[in-house]
């Protein structure tokens, strides 16, 4: 430890490979910066963060220079003060007097610190230069013209995208950011370079002129898109989403998203089921008319009464567990034979067949990865981000193998095969690649193939299994003990089909004997060949308990509203369970104790943002 003096006041070193302008961050000393980003390399080449020091006679960049014993360092000297403004006035020599008309207005950086380091008057009375405008796909919107040569596009699409196309063409005045073969950019964490611009030279097609910034409000959310349940803000004016951004959690997604999530907000508006409807066949042919809740309830109450009949229930996606639990209840309690079906359950129900047994944030401890049947990329492309980030940095000393279908991952690995058979001898150690796997750490991400072989492989300290989920509620399936049972339906019998959220197509010989139930947020071919549509609330309309892949649970809140007419999935079971949801408060007291026991006793690690324990009267507060 040594310590350097910083406008003349003296401060501590801990660590001595941090930078000047990383030294000053710590003791909350700002220094401007346009190029500089603490998830990319270092570029120095706007120069917006020079600084004096005391023993150099020219002034340095604080992004790039390393800390000395006993060095001073002036960040608000005159001297500073005048190159900031010198600088901010040649990067607007060419940049484009279009504030009114940006989407970056309001929160552009350019605009900020011309404000506070920037002259009051320009002194460029020359024609502007122009840029063409170039086709990077439809989510990300160019205007060259704004461009000031950061170059934090390129290095994102180089080293954490893993899709170098862009590049910096040209010399001097013909300075221009583009690509070197024409193509549309198919990254799935794309969208992050429009909040890495710092000004409006890439902004977001879809949100393009629908609002200001200071027109929203911003609410804190997870993603349930996928099974890593990354942190998000949501921005809305009035009832309507209008952007999607990342929030920043270092345990979990850092500060990128997927483009899933980030443009997903237009299906909280299109194609929604808006009332309970009823088929009703007529010699003119189907038709769905309007109905109220209480017929609809009646009807399937009705059903219920029967004692002759087969229930079968499709288990979709999107939902919570809170929802799930009550099904479960339903199931358990108050419906004769019952039969459950959804596309993620396993059996036996082990917690490490499908969680997590390693942190996200111990992924930098282990040096070789074994990927069996799994595509990182496409199905949690925000995970695969940190496996990029250290190849990148550790380069031949990172093995990576991979044994499935062949896929295109944004870093180099080992196509070992596509027979399950290749991962069967890796696991008993009779492949060549087990050579590779000695006297280091491994970490294993797969689905569901190698579940009967856990015992055996995690036994040894080197080696973590982790059993990746595609979605949050295959986890919730898993963890609230549902089971598959195999329906043996009879001719005679009177056979109900309920369909909660299962957007996948479902082949069912439709007869007069068949009575289906759709209860979902969006219209498709399942609603179509519905008997009842029971219209709920989709995600980000009501508040809601989400695992992810590590165990957490977080919170999803209730952000805007959705169509008067529907209900939230607890209100529409609570009402098939004949317990009042509105009014009868003791019962409804009663099944979130026993939804707070059932999820206290799995064994989870604990979220940021809600603390669950099996007597925890903060999560209690929650609900």
Avoid at 138 to 153: F, G, L, N
Avoid at 476 to 500: D, E
Avoid at 604 to 614: F, M, P, Q
Wanted: hydrophobic share 35%; proline share 3%; aromatic share 12%.
């Amino acid at each position: 430890m040594f310590s350097i003096k910083i406008n003349n006041t003296s401060y501590p070193v801990a660590n001595s490979e941090l930078t000047v302008l990383q030294q000053c961050e710590q003791h909350s000393i700002y220094i401007p910066r346009f190029c500089y980003h603490d998830r990319l390399s270092i570029a120095g080449n706007c120069r917006m963060c020079l600084v004096e020091l005391e023993t150099s006679v020219k002034p340095v960049i604080a992004c790039s220079s390393s800390l000395v014993a006993n060095m001073s360092i002036f960040t608000n000297s005159k001297t500073v003060k005048k190159i900031r403004e010198n600088i901010l006035e040649f990067l607007l020599i060419n940049h484009p007097l279009d504030c009114p008309i940006c989407d970056q207005g309001g929160e552009c950086d350019l605009q900020d610190q011309s404000m506070v380091f920037g002259s009051d008057r320009g002194r460029f009375i020359e024609n502007k230069r122009s840029v063409e405008d170039k086709n990077f796909g439809p989510y990300i919107k160019t205007i060259m013209t704004r461009c000031i040569h950061c170059t934090r596009c390129i290095r994102f699409f180089d080293e954490v995208a893993g899709f170098p196309v862009i590049g910096t063409m040209g010399r001097g005045r013909e300075t221009e950011i583009s690509m070197y073969h024409h193509q549309i950019i198919s990254s799935e964490i794309s969208g992050n370079v429009i909040d890495l611009c710092p000004v409006g030279a890439l902004t977001s097609k879809p949100y393009a002129f629908t609002s200001r910034p200071w027109e929203l409000t911003s609410f804190e959310t997870i993603d349930i898109l996928d099974s890593l349940g990354s942190n998000i803000r949501v921005d809305v004016k009035g009832n309507a989403v209008m952007r999607i951004l990342p929030k920043l959690n270092e345990n979990i997604n850092e500060e990128w998203i997927s483009d899933k999530i980030r443009f997903s907000y237009d299906s909280l508006r299109k194609e929604r089921l808006t009332f309970p409807l009823l088929k009703v066949i007529t010699n003119s042919g189907i038709l769905f008319n309007y109905t109220s809740w209480e017929i609809v309830f009646f009807k399937i109450k009705h059903l219920l009464s029967f004692h002759n009949y087969n229930f079968f229930i499709y288990g979709g996606e999107s939902n919570d567990l809170f929802s799930l639990f009550l099904l479960r209840y339903w199931i358990d309690s108050c419906i004769n034979f019952v039969s459950f079906y959804s596309d993620s359950l396993l059996a036996p129900n082990i917690q490490s067949n499908y969680l997590f047994n390693t942190s996200i944030t111990e992924f930098s401890k282990f040096n070789s990865f074994f990927f069996n049947n799994v595509n990182l990329k496409k199905e949690v492309s925000v995970l695969n981000i940190r496996i990029r980030r250290l190849k990148w940095k550790r380069k031949d000393n990172m093995h990576i193998s991979y044994v499935g279908p062949h896929v295109i991952f944004n870093y180099p690995y080992k196509h070992l095969g596509i027979s399950q058979l290749v991962a069967l001898s890796i696991i008993r150690g009779k492949h060549f690649i087990c050579n590779t796997y000695l006297d280091s750490k491994l970490c294993v991400v797969q689905k569901n193939n190698l579940c009967s072989f856990l015992p055996s492989l995690s036994s040894n300290h080197c080696i973590k299994v982790n059993t990746l989920k595609k979605n949050t509620h295959e986890l919730h399936y898993n963890s609230l003990g549902f089971k598959i049972q195999s329906p043996q339906f009879r001719m005679n019998t009177f056979n109900v089909y309920y369909l909660l959220n299962y957007e996948k197509l479902v082949h069912l010989d439709i007869t007069e004997m068949n009575y289906i139930i759709y209860h979902g947020t969006h219209g498709s071919w399942n609603s179509m060949i519905s008997n009842v549509i029971l219209p709920c609330t989709a995600y980000m309309e009501y508040r809601g308990w989400f695992m992810n892949l590590e165990g957490r649970i977080q919170v999803s809140d209730h952000i805007v509203y959705g169509p008067n007419t529907c209900k939230p999935s607890i209100d529409i079971l609570f009402s098939l369970i004949e317990l009042p949801y509105h009014q009868n408060k003791l019962n409804i007291m009663y099944f979130k104790q026993l939804f707070i026991s059932s999820i206290g006793s799995i064994h989870v690690n604990l979220s940021s943002n809600i603390n669950v324990s099996r007597y925890s009267y903060n999560f209690y507060r929650y609900l």
